[in-house]
C-alpha cells in the first residue's frame, strides 16, 4: 500500500514541476469594447436599456444579451478586419416586437498584434478607433474618436439615451 502511494505521490510531483509558470494564462488577452449607457436628461445617471439585443453585423444575437436589462456591456471587437458594425435593438414601451426601436454603431480601426506569452499568445490592441451612430435610440455617445483600446478596466464609450 504504501509503495503505490509513494510511487503516485512522485508521479504526481512529476508532473507538477514538470509545468512551467508560463503554462497558465492568467490575463485577458483581446480586449473588448465597453459601452456605458446613460440617461440623457441627466448625463451622470446610468440608465439601463430594456429589452437589449446585440448582434454584429451578419451574425446571431449575442446569447449573453439577448432581452436583458443592463446598463453596459462589453462587445469583441473582429480582429481580421478593420471595421466592427453591431446593431442594437431595444424596447422601452411593453416587449412587444411592434415597439423595438434598433440603432446601429460602426466601430472603425486599426489592429496591432502583440505577443504576449507563450500560454496567452498574441493581443490585439485596437488603435486610431472611431465610432458612428444612425439616428436610433442612442441619441449621443462621448467619445467620438479614442486613441486604443487596450484593456477593459472602465468604460471606453458612454451612450446616452
Same mark, same amino acid.
Given at each position: 500500500?504504501?509503495?503505490r502511494?509513494?510511487?503516485?505521490?512522485i508521479f504526481? &510531483?512529476?508532473?507538477?514541476?514538470?509545468c512551467?509558470?508560463? =503554462?497558465i494564462? &492568467?490575463?485577458?488577452t483581446?480586449?473588448? &469594447?465597453?459601452?456605458?449607457?446613460y440617461?440623457?436628461?441627466?448625463?451622470t445617471?446610468?440608465?439601463?436599456?430594456?429589452?437589449?439585443?446585440?448582434?454584429?453585423?451578419?451574425?446571431d444575437?449575442?446569447?449573453?444579451?439577448?432581452? *436583458?436589462?443592463l =446598463?453596459s *456591456?462589453?462587445i469583441?471587437?473582429?480582429v481580421?478586419?478593420?471595421?466592427?458594425?453591431?446593431h442594437l435593438?431595444?424596447n422601452?414601451?411593453d416587449?412587444?416586437?411592434?415597439?423595438?426601436?434598433? #440603432?446601429?454603431?460602426?466601430?472603425?480601426? #486599426?489592429?496591432? =498584434?502583440?505577443? *504576449?506569452?507563450r500560454?496567452c499568445?498574441?493581443?490585439?490592441?485596437f488603435?486610431s478607433?472611431t465610432?458612428s451612430s #444612425?439616428n436610433?435610440?442612442?441619441?449621443?455617445?462621448?467619445?467620438?474618436?479614442l486613441?486604443?483600446?487596450?484593456?477593459?478596466?472602465?468604460?471606453? *464609450?458612454?451612450?446616452?439615451?
Amino acid at each position: 500500500m504504501n509503495k503505490r502511494f509513494l510511487i503516485l505521490l512522485i508521479f504526481t &510531483l512529476a508532473i507538477i514541476s514538470g509545468c512551467e509558470k508560463d =503554462d497558465i494564462c &492568467l490575463l485577458p488577452t483581446t480586449p473588448k &469594447l465597453i459601452l456605458r449607457f446613460y440617461d440623457k436628461a441627466n448625463p451622470t445617471t446610468l440608465k439601463s436599456v430594456e429589452s437589449l439585443s446585440i448582434w454584429a453585423e451578419g451574425k446571431d444575437t449575442i446569447s449573453k444579451y439577448r432581452s *436583458v436589462v443592463l =446598463d453596459s *456591456v462589453a462587445i469583441p471587437l473582429n480582429v481580421n478586419t478593420t471595421q466592427t458594425v453591431y446593431h442594437l435593438k431595444a424596447n422601452f414601451v411593453d416587449g412587444n416586437m411592434a415597439n423595438n426601436t434598433s #440603432n446601429t454603431i460602426t466601430i472603425n480601426y #486599426n489592429t496591432i =498584434d502583440k505577443y *504576449v506569452s507563450r500560454s496567452c499568445g498574441f493581443q490585439t490592441i485596437f488603435n486610431s478607433v472611431t465610432i458612428s451612430s #444612425n439616428n436610433g435610440w442612442i441619441q449621443s455617445f462621448t467619445p467620438n474618436s479614442l486613441t486604443t483600446i487596450n484593456n477593459e478596466a472602465s468604460a471606453h *464609450v458612454q451612450i446616452f439615451h
